[in-house]
Structure formats: structure tokens, C-alpha cells
């Protein structure tokens, strides 16, 4: 299964979870990235959760961070394991890589 696959439940409907949605502060003139855009800098797990990801990305010298959720499978580590080998990689790219 590729990343870009992997899915969450959301009001109802099945969505897909990647890419995350990032979140930051913007000013008038800043460039928006679109959620494909940017390197991935970090991955923080969260123990409480089983399907949670605390992400951050660079875009435009600016850092903004995400969540990522989904429902199994995959598994936490499985999911953790690949973006923090990808670390430095493109968001884009990483959306087809098998988890």
C-alpha cells in the first residue's frame, strides 16, 4: 500500500490522510503552500494515540506543522518508521512510497 493510500474516517465518508494538513502563520504576500508542498523536517509519535503523527515541514523558509491520522492498517510504526527515513524528502514524493 502506498502512503498516499492509507485513509481516515471523517464525518461519515472515508478521506485519505496524505498528505497531512499543515498549519502556520501567514502573513499578506506569503506564499500558501498546498499540502503536497514542502520537505519533511520532523515526525513526533504521540503514545497515547495509535494512529497519530505529529508532523513538520519546510516551505518557503518557514516551518508549519501537521497531523497525520488514519484508521489500520498500517501501523503506527510502520507509518513512524517510513517518514523518518524520508526525512529531507519532499512531501510530494513521499506519498508514493510503500508503507
Excluded: Q, Y
Amino acid at each position: 500500500m502506498k502512503i498516499h493510500e492509507v485513509t481516515r474516517r471523517a464525518g461519515g465518508r472515508t478521506a485519505p490522510a496524505w498528505p497531512p494538513r499543515w498549519i502556520g502563520h501567514f502573513e499578506a504576500g506569503d506564499t500558501l503552500p498546498m499540502p503536497d508542498d514542502g520537505v519533511l523536517a520532523s515526525v513526533m509519535s504521540d503514545e497515547n494515540t495509535a494512529t497519530l503523527l505529529r508532523l513538520t515541514m519546510r516551505f518557503d523558509a518557514r516551518e508549519h506543522t501537521g497531523i497525520l491520522r488514519w484508521d489500520t492498517p498500517p501501523t503506527l510504526l510502520a507509518v513512524e518508521s517510513l517518514l523518518r527515513a524520508n526525512l529531507g524528502r519532499e512531501i510530494r514524493s513521499i506519498g508514493a512510497l510503500d508503507v
